[in-house]
């Protein structure tokens, strides 16, 4: 293990040629793998181009309000006769756009202090720890709404750094115990021994070696954050400033009463359907990347 | 006893330090919510013609604390109320204490919630075991997919599709309330039924959403137990099949009760969506209602309520754990 | 239920693993006999099929693996490789006893022993259970435990040699005459080894027992076996009486294995280990002689037939090199 990781430049190049076909034959094993991967990048394409595609302000037709599912209209309309199809598109980029934003927030605050945490030990680790464990405590859903009389997430980005700043002890907590797995096999003391700097070791050893664990506690939380803020606009605590899913699921609900008639059944269906799909994709992702970076299940 | 005297008051200072910090963090989102609702409260009570104290008593006990004086005082006056179980007063049901309409709210949370954890926990369980001992069959996997798909799905959206089927598609289960309006509350055939028929959708949802965790972590569970020497051990010995089932069931369930005694400090907070979703009038739907009709004692009390119920759920969990297995219970250099 | 000590006759037993690179032999073509009354020794490196070869005298080979051929011979019982079912479920425990490694945890964590045994007699349809719980605490105070507080106890409340005594205990409560003891000594501390050594040939004398010792430390079979076996790469190489083998070995292996010991008296460079590794069950030559890679002795033919075990007295040998050397 220590030798692999310790004899990095040289063999570097081919290791990540033979990582990259690793990855190719851990995605050809399980076809369902390929489509996850697919799913992700579908839904990052049309976050980010999406909109492209749409006028800023998305034609409305008072007389066609609620249609039902046609040709030309997929998932029918809404409350003001525009297309959902267009509404899902065009309010994918707040949910992704804030996703993103929570993601390196979790992950930035997660493996530093993680690492900070099981690096030093102590009594600074204890009192991180218990901070984090206080945090996984408190309920976050309530939290999320009592915050929101106070802060109104007019814009994605605040709302990613808010559900970042919440949501990173999953992935402190997991990088803390990787480092100190990795401490207990007396890796970080041989690295010392050839004389090795701590930024060299943390940097060039530690994260490279925990990467996948990082990454797959990342998309657990990006999946949390999505759920969280979709959730939020639902439940109707904060103003509708952005088009979203949440607001498109609330306006079906409380507005069009898709608990009572059909009629905006499609309006509801078609957010529903989108976050469905994500959550596939992300955990036909996960479930691929486990076996990529599970060293028990690549050997043979 | 000594380790377990140990270990409660451990979990019980550092229950009282959760309770005290989401006090704290009600008592300074109450008092920094834009616009300064206490303060005009206060402002309109003298514009009606109060003489300053009887405003400033009134606002006082509607949010525990006065818009007057230090920082340091409010809060001060704020905890103190606090610790007198005083959360203010209602500005949605005038003239009712907080903890009255809290009272009343968490029936209706407590019940469904109650119901549906200890149903998805028995078919979980049960199932869970199915899906170990199969797991390399086809019925193992169909039961370990439908759980990874079921834990990964949140709630509200399983609440929504569920709505969409039993109350819009095929209006068979009503999503109105507790009960029908018609009916005289009481213990009569008509309003029980009544009731059952309201509290299913909640029940079988919020079963739904937290079954597919429990057959996840019970397979697990019993995996790890089969892999366990003592199970080849009793094999070797010619132990019957039902006493090494027995061994197996006991030593894989045993870490799932904790998880069932965390989960039911969920109790009260646990099902915000699916209560607004079926208009069920429990703690959550309160909370969201006291946040848009900007109620903040009543929203401060709810949240209070929630965090307590965890907080109480986690050293109950550690009591109950050293309470059923003897390596707790006995082993003293564990720390 | 036999009174006696039984015979076992082990013959052509080969058991196999299923792997994704097919099915690979464990132990291949294996064939021994325990005589009635004696403690035998298997000797061998992890990964040599030992504790494979013990699990099959209770037709306990665990999936992936299986029986492939062979026969294992008890007397008064039959072939167990054809029991199955209840059948098989009684012969375990009341007519073969098993002991664990002391490492291993043997006993259900959340129950006192006691009740283990209770559980125990019930499988097993004892009438008398208080009989049993008295057998039980006669067998502890044989091996100097207080029976009464050892049955109150949870195995986490027990140290290492008190957990192998209680093992034993479970072995023989139910009057079994052959047992099977799987590393009775890895793990223990060099005091406790000894003790559980004296107890393993005390109670082998006094009830009258046919036993097998499994163990990778020949330390332990020169201490209490009568004849040793010594395995490798699945097969076995050499066995015979105990002294005879240590004192002249035939076999390259089991030269190498006593060379390899390090002497209290003489030269620490006199020890010299075992040039190489043990195969795995992947590495394991198919055809040839599975030592041959390692052997100092090693000729032509040892590369595509593998060696028979010729008897020569109450030695047995697998090896071209001696058995041609004796033979021509």
Partial sequence: MSTVILESAGTA????????????????????????????????????????????????????????????????????????????????????????????????????????????????????MRLTDMKLTIPGLPLLLV????????????????????????????????????????????????????????????????????????????????????????LGVLPYEANNWGVMLNLAVFGGGAMTTTAALPYMLAPLLAILLLTLGIVLVVDAMDEIFNPRLREE | MTVIARRLAGHLARGIVMVLVVATISFFIIRNIPGDPIAARYQKLIEGGASPEAAERATAVMYGFLPKGTLWQQYLDYMSGLFHFDLGISVTNPGTPVTEVLAGAAKWTVLPVLFGTLLSFLVGVILGVYAAVKRTGKLGDVLAVSGSLLHGVPQYVLALLMGAIFTTLLPILPSDGTADILYEPGFNAGYIGSLVEHATLPVVTYALASYGGWILAMKSSVVTVLGDDFILAAELRGMKRSVIFRYIARNAILPLFTILALSLGLLFGGSIFIERIFNYPGLGFLLIDSITNRDYALMGGAFLLITVAIVVANILADLFYSVIDPRVRSTEEVS | MPQEAPGVRVDGLTVVYRTPAGELPAVRDVSLTLEPGTITGIVGESGSGKSTMALSLLNAVQPPGRIAAGSVEIDGLGDVVGFAGERLRKARGAHIGYVFQAAQNSMNPLKTVGKQLLDLGRSHGVADLRGLVREAKELLARMGLDGARVLDSYQHELSGGMRQRVGIMLALVLNAHLVVLDEPTTALDMITQANILKIVREVHAERGLTTLVITHDIGVVAEVADRLAVMYGGRLVEQGPTRQVLGSPRHPYTRGLITAIPRLTGDIDEARALPGRPPTLATVPKEGCVFRERCPLRMDVCDTVDPDAVADGSRIVACHAVNVREHA
Avoid at chain 1, 210 to 227: D, E, K, Q, S
């Fill in chain 1, 147 to 234: 915050l929101s009389t106070v802060w109104k997430f007019g814009s994605a980005v605040e709302m990613g750094l808010l559900l970042g700043l919440l949501g990173w002890g999953g992935v402190a907590r997991a990088v803390r115990s990787q480092t100190l797995s990795l401490r207990e096999r007396g890796f970080i003391e041989a690295a010392r021994g050839l004389g090795l700097s701590t930024t060299h070791i943390v940097g060039k050893e530690l994260l490279p070696s925990m990467a996948p664990y990082i990454a797959m506690n990342m998309l657990i939380a990006v999946t949390g954050a999505v759920y969280a803020q979709v959730g939020l606009f639902f």
């Fill in chain 1, 13 to 128: 190049s081919t290791m990540r040629r033979n990582f990259w076909r690793g990855v190719w034959r851990v995605m050809l094993r399980k076809p369902s793998r390929l489509v996850g991967a697919v799913i992700v990048l579908g839904f990052a394409f049309m976050g980010v181009f999406g909109p492209m595609f749409y006028p800023d302000l998305l034609p409305h037709n008072a007389d066609n309000i609620y249609a039902p599912m046609s040709g030309e209209h997929w998932f029918g309309t809404d409350g003001q006769g525009r297309d959902v199809v267009a509404l899902v598109v065009t309010g994918s980029r707040y949910v992704l756009l804030s996703a993103l934003v929570t993601a390196i927030i979790t992950v930035v605050l997660g493996t530093s202090i993680g690492l900070f945490s099981g690096f030093k030990r102590g009594r600074w680790d204890t009192v991180l």
